[in-house]
């Protein structure tokens, strides 16, 4: 059961970079930092994710993300649950 934000992205990893993927494409500004965390996930640097999580300048972008794991193939109440750690700060 995922208790944190870090253990969703570790659970759905291929979710999580295909939305910060499209995400990159509707966001200028955020474009460089979602791709920051593409990069630690890709190279399972989960200490470089939970920094990132954990960002209060991020917390807007990352929002972003999370509410649109739904655009690809996820559970529903998993992304409930994901919504629900976004919304609790359970980031890492």
């Known amino acids: ?5 870090l253990e969703a992205i570790q ?3 291929d979710t999580f970079i295909y939305t910060l993927r499209d995400r990159q494409m509707t966001s200028l500004g955020n ?3 979602h791709q920051e965390m593409i990069d630690a996930i890709t190279l399972e640097d989960w200490k470089g994710v939970s ?5 209060v300048w991020y ?5 972003g993300v999370v509410f649109c794991l ?4 996820i559970d529903q109440d998993e992304h409930f649950k994901i919504v629900d ?3 609790e700060e359970k980031f890492v």
Request: charged content about 50%; overall charge positive; cysteine-free.
């Open 59 to 63: 917390r807007k972008p990352l929002e």
């Open 85 to 87: 750690l976004l919304e």
């Open 51 to 55: 920094e990132k999580l954990t960002d």
């Open 70 to 73: 739904r655009r690809w193939d």
């Open 11 to 13: 659970k759905h990893t």
């Open 1 to 5: 059961i995922m208790k944190t934000l």
């Open 31 to 33: 474009k460089e930092a």
